[in-house]
């Protein structure tokens, strides 16, 4: 039997919503419903980014949101937000999309493990996509790069189907994207040789429908797919320069790594800087080992290194999520030219009373899926050519605050053994994780 509308809409958590709706009443919101309170929320909320908004003592704005729907007509909201002075709040909300970035850069939205927002919270899922959209000008961006589980029991036809809803929003507003299906999107759990049914269920997802579209926006191409779409490779050009991103399934096997090594080694790609996206790769402490995906992984770990490593002049960064943490991971030093990074929040509930925002771990097994809202995070990562730089930041959409820890916002080079000026790092390359970071090996 297919579920009803009522449980395919399964909101953000009903102590939340209220916390929201209490906030939302304190600021003079009005006409604001259950599913709608994190497009008030989704804006740039942090302190430390005051010097960038443009705040005032006290001013309002209304603004129309209006949500993509399956149904021929949209759900409508208008909504009045009034922006408080951050001495006076501790917060303040951006009225409009200033510029965010410096001239002559660009950014690269990077989302993973969406799981348990296509299983149990699409609406937040949609919100999560509509903040993008939202802010694509602001960080002048080129891509969207997805590591994978998009869903979370990939032989459940709804799951899909609020992941598409979710992505085509993208899409709709002429934004690309890349993704690749990682162990949870395979028809059999884990089984790569299983398939998916991605790209038959999610037009968002099929590659013959996703190719024209990226194909038509003039600084992207499609460069190539395999496996139905669980490997996808799109090229975007900016400040002069040609990017290849090379996203991998979950423990592809030898052809796999062969497809991506054909890309490497192909003459079109020869002057390309190359990202390379596996959905698991790194895990939350910087190992290619992880304890318990190792045995598992390390024949597709070991292959993609060398891959890499053959190509270290064109190779310099690797993203990946797949092992469930709270702030992810990004390497202390170079690996052969490259840096590497990984963030997956997939399980956090950011529950305010848990210190992490976890909320879970290996022996809580209780917590539902729908309190599950980590997937709603996403990793701006912007780049600066003329610096050589890249900086990061990570923006909670389920919170409506930017994530401030040295995992999650830091810069680091860019390009190694480049001639550039100096550039001061960010603290936040640590050789360890703070405690209590890593691997949620019953999550992942």
Avoid at 70 to 84: G, L, R, Y
Avoid at 159 to 185: F, R, T, V
Avoid at 289 to 312: E, I
Avoid at 404 to 419: S, V, W
């Amino acid at each position: 039997m297919s579920p009803s509308d009522a449980e395919r809409e399964r909101k953000v958590p009903r102590r939340r919503f209220l916390k929201w709706t209490g906030a939302l009443a304190l600021a003079g919101v009005a006409g604001v419903g259950l599913g709608y309170a994190s497009n008030f929320l989704g804006k740039p909320t942090d302190s430390s980014d005051s010097t960038k908004l443009p705040l005032v003592t006290s001013s309002s704005s209304t603004s129309t949101i209006t949500e993509p729907s399956t149904s021929s007509s949209a759900a409508t909201v208008t909504m009045t937000t009034t922006q408080a002075n951050s001495t006076g709040s501790g917060t303040s909300t951006a009225t409009s999309h200033e510029t965010q970035v410096p001239p002559n850069t660009f950014s690269i939205f990077w989302m993973t493990d969406t799981q348990f927002l296509s299983e149990s919270n699409p609406a937040l899922y949609r919100m999560t996509t509509k903040w993008i959209v939202d802010n694509w000008s602001a960080y002048n961006g080129k891509l969207v790069v997805h590591t994978g589980d998009i869903v979370e029991t990939g032989a459940t036809a709804v799951e899909w189907q609020n992941a598409n809803e979710a992505m085509s929003i993208l899409s709709k507003n002429n934004i690309p994207y890349s993704w690749c299906a990682g162990n949870h999107d395979d028809l059999v759990g884990g089984e790569t040789e299983s398939g998916w049914m991605g790209n038959v269920w999610a037009p968002a997802f099929d590659p013959n429908t996703m190719k024209p579209k990226v194909n038509a926006l003039g600084y992207t191409t499609w460069a190539s797919d395999f496996h139905d779409g669980m490997n996808t490779a799109v090229t975007f050009s900016a400040n002069g320069w040609n990017f290849l991103v090379i996203n991998v399934e979950f423990n592809g096997d030898s052809t796999a790594v062969d497809w991506v090594g054909s890309l490497l080694d192909d003459p079109l790609y020869a002057d390309y800087k190359v990202i390379i996206a596996p959905h698991a790769y790194m895990d939350a402490f910087g190992d290619i080992h992880d304890p318990r995906w190792g045995p598992t992984l390390s024949d597709f770990v070991n292959g993609l290194q060398a891959v890499m490593d053959a190509h270290s002049s064109n190779v310099f960064l690797t993203l990946n999520g797949h092992f469930a943490t709270d702030q992810g991971y990004n390497t202390a030093t170079p690996i052969n030219n490259r840096n590497q990074l990984m963030f997956d929040r997939q399980d956090c509930t950011d529950d305010p009373s848990s210190p992490s925002g976890r909320g879970i771990d290996v022996s809580d097994s209780t917590t539902p899926d729908s309190d599950k809202v980590g997937g709603s995070t996403l990793m701006i990562l912007t780049f600066d050519t003329e610096k050589n730089q890249i900086s990061t930041k990570t923006y909670d959409v389920y919170t409506g605050k930017w994530r401030t820890n040295a995992y999650e916002q830091y810069t680091i080079p860019m390009f190694f053994g480049q001639q550039v000026a100096p550039v001061p790092i960010v603290p936040g390359s640590l050789a360890t994780p703070p405690l209590g970071v890593g691997p949620g090996p019953e999550t992942a």
